[in-house]
């Protein structure tokens, strides 16, 4: 329970080295053990997309095998030709006859007797991307047993929401990154809404006032409703419908912000907290720091700071261009 919680745990990839690789390592009695995150590349020139090591992990002293097995040989290693989430094994003295001579060669050329590993493949709305976690015996350790492969598989499920964590957070960012400048440019802010109209990612953290800003019948109204209503719904928002590999329909509405909604596009741009926000507002109606304070029900020595941060962050030195450079992008 103890490796289980501390994996469920992980919030960053490289917290797996700790967490992940260097117990279950011991607990393997493995010489080594890599995690190896592949992603689909297509390159200039190419009729079809191929995989390339996004970023990798290990532990252990096979350095050389693993950065030889992330420059390309991972392209040898027959387990991307099996059957995902269950773990494989591969043997230097057996594997002659059911993996390749290629990857025969690679097993003797590291000196590996013996290895065992997994792919655990994640669907993102860009692709799919494969993470292939292996663990590694020399010629004195002998073969890996049941426990062994019991132990791998039983963490399997939890390493699987892991890695979907990962992938998601770094989708949203990204998607975010793409999208954000262009949606500032047009002074917009936009949500993303599933079939079932549940908000899957929003541009402004108060989606449901910005959403029931459209027409009649309202976003919260058509949600209660059935699908083909929803449906309908969908079409009169002129909404920008996106597939993903895995089948999921994602739908992209746009929506010019009104009232308090409006700074939000500058907030996001120059990555102002909601308090900071909440000063600069002040600032725009024509408060000073005193009143802003008691409005806002803080210290006046938390407003003069929550400007400086603002200040910082935008780039001007006064409340004047600070209220110019904000408000003239909206």
């Not at 019948?217 to 895995?246: C, F, K, Y």
């Not at 802003?292 to 700071?305: D, K, M, P």
Request: glycine fraction near 6%; charged fraction near 25%; aromatic fraction near 8%.
């Amino acid at each position: 329970m103890g490796l289980l919680n501390q994996l469920l745990s992980c919030r960053q990839f490289d917290d797996l080295q700790g967490d992940l690789l260097d117990p279950l390592s011991n607990m393997l009695l493995s010489m080594s053990a890599a995690l190896i995150q592949l992603t689909r590349s297509s390159a200039v020139g190419e009729d079809l997309p191929t995989h390339v090591v996004k970023r990798s992990l290990h532990v252990g002293p096979l350095t050389r095998a693993i950065k030889s097995y992330a420059d390309g040989d991972f392209r040898l290693d027959p387990i991307f030709d099996l059957e995902a989430n269950r773990v494989h094994r591969f043997s230097m003295r057996k594997s002659r006859a059911n993996s390749g001579d290629t990857f025969q060669r690679f097993l003797q050329r590291h000196d590996i007797y013996e290895t065992i590993g997994v792919t655990l493949p994640v669907q993102t709305m860009f692709g799919t991307e494969i993470f292939a976690l292996s663990f590694q015996r020399g010629c004195h350790a002998g073969r890996f047993g049941a426990r062994d492969f019991n132990l791998v598989q039983g963490l399997l499920p939890a390493l699987e929401t892991t890695l979907r964590n990962f992938v998601q957070r770094e989708t949203i960012d990204l998607f975010r990154q793409l999208t954000t400048p262009i949606f500032e440019s047009l002074s917009c802010a936009f949500v993303v809404l599933d079939d079932r109209l549940r908000v899957r990612y929003a541009s402004v953290q108060d989606a449901d006032a910005l959403m029931d800003t459209g027409p009649r019948p309202t976003w919260m109204h058509v949600r209660e409703g059935d699908a083909a209503q929803q449906a309908r719904w969908l079409a009169d928002q002129n909404a920008l419908t996106i597939t993903r590999s895995n089948g999921e329909r994602l739908h992209v509405l746009w929506k010019k912000p009104s009232g308090h909604s409006a700074p939000r596009v500058p907030q996001l741009r120059f990555r102002l907290t909601e308090r900071e926000m909440d000063v600069v507002r002040m600032i725009a109606e024509g408060h000073d720091n005193s009143t802003a304070a008691h409005r806002l029900g803080i210290s006046l020595r938390t407003v003069e700071n929550h400007l400086r941060s603002v200040f910082a962050k935008v780039e001007v030195r006064s409340r004047t261009q600070m209220l110019a450079k904000l408000f003239n992008l909206s």
